[in-house]
């Protein structure tokens, strides 16, 4: 081979090496980034259940019936975001498996309250429209509502 040739075999080689540096570089920010955001994440949930707030007030026995619009766009807006969390904690590099395992299971367990509370919310205004039921919602609805 020539000299020519060997020299720009290694520009391009040297030019790949740098590419892939760079998308190294750029994948290990994104991840640090996504590692801080679970890690946020863990530390807010964590200081909730520790202080025993739950999203629906700190009282036991809520007036459904003086639920805002507000209220309800707020919680329809975090029921969004829990497959986002969920995304997240999966694609995130927690070295303890357990505690990943456990993270998502209280996520579930929280989108499943919200569900029901959504419910719960429903039956105790009817004519609010800002709260949608899926099909098997409506019929525990509807089950409630004509006893």
Same mark, same amino acid.
């Given at each position: 081979?020539?000299?020519?040739?060997?020299?720009?075999?290694? #520009? &391009?080689?040297? $030019? +790949?090496?740098?590419?892939?540096? %760079?998308?190294? $570089?750029?994948?290990? #920010?994104?991840? $640090?980034?996504?590692? %801080?955001?679970?890690?946020? !994440?863990?530390?807010?949930?964590?200081?909730?259940? %520790?202080?025993?707030?739950?999203?629906?007030? /700190?009282?036991?026995? &809520?007036?459904? *019936?003086? =639920? /805002?619009? /507000?209220?309800?766009?707020?919680?329809?807006?975090?029921?969004?975001?829990?497959? !986002?969390?969920?995304? *997240?904690?999966?694609?995130? +590099?927690?070295?303890?498996?357990?505690?990943?395992?456990?993270?998502?299971?209280?996520?579930? &367990? =929280?989108?499943?309250?919200?569900?029901?509370?959504?419910?719960?919310?429903?039956?105790?205004?009817?004519?609010? +429209? *800002?709260?949608?039921? *899926?099909? +098997?919602?409506? !019929?525990?609805? !509807?089950?409630?509502?004509?006893?």
């Amino acid at each position: 081979m020539s000299k020519d040739a060997l020299e720009t075999m290694y #520009k &391009v080689m040297k $030019e +790949s090496m740098d590419e892939m540096n %760079e998308d190294l $570089e750029y994948w290990a #920010k994104k991840m $640090e980034a996504e590692k %801080e955001i679970a890690e946020a !994440l863990s530390d807010y949930l964590k200081e909730l259940n %520790e202080s025993g707030i739950d999203m629906w007030g /700190t009282e036991e026995s &809520v007036d459904l *019936t003086k =639920i /805002t619009n /507000t209220q309800i766009e707020a919680i329809n807006k975090f029921e969004k975001q829990i497959p !986002l969390i969920g995304r *997240t904690i999966k694609g995130a +590099s927690i070295s303890d498996k357990e505690k990943k395992k456990k993270f998502l299971n209280n996520l579930k &367990v =929280i989108k499943k309250g919200i569900k029901n509370n959504k419910l719960e919310i429903k039956i105790a205004n009817p004519n609010i +429209s *800002t709260i949608k039921l *899926t099909p +098997s919602q409506k !019929l525990k609805y !509807l089950r409630r509502k004509n006893r």
